[in-house]
Nanobody
Framework: QVQLVESGGGLVQAGGSLSVSCAVS????????MAWYRQAPGRQREMVAT???????NYADSVKGRFTTSRDNTKNTVYLQMNSLKAEDTAVYYC????????????????WGQGTQVTVSS
């Protein structure tokens, strides 16, 4: 069974920094694209950043220049460094991993982490 376990997050003042990480564990062949999403109260979940296995990265316009994502394929872990945080960054942050499994054939399943709260006080 594949699991994504997030850590980090918390409470910070506006202008501060936080980091979150997400480790993938279990039995699988490989991990393709990993991503960070967030969901604020009353709003839809939105993409924050994506990173492919080859480390091609995309960011939401709202976080460009402030957030940095990276991954360590040897540790099956993805990271999100958040700087210059704003009150509007307050949300539950989720990681997502497209995990390649091998059974009778090779197929990909998207797994989600449990979410971690990031709160930015103004």
């Amino acid at each position: 069974q594949v699991q994504l376990v997030e850590s980090g997050g918390g409470l910070v003042q506006a202008g501060g920094s936080l980091s979150v990480s997400c480790a993938v564990s279990g039995s699988f062949f490989s991990i393709n694209t990993m991503a960070w999403y967030r969901q604020a109260p009353g709003r839809q979940r939105e993409m924050v950043a994506t990173i492919t296995r080859g480390e091609n990265i995309n960011y939401a316009d709202s976080v460009k220049g402030r957030f940095t994502t990276s991954r360590d394929n040897t540790k099956n872990t993805v990271y999100l460094q958040m700087n210059s945080l704003k009150a509007e960054d307050t949300a539950v942050y989720y990681c997502k991993a497209n995990v390649v499994l091998r059974g009778p054939s090779v197929y990909t399943v998207a797994y989600w982490g449990q979410g971690t709260q990031v709160t930015v006080s103004s």
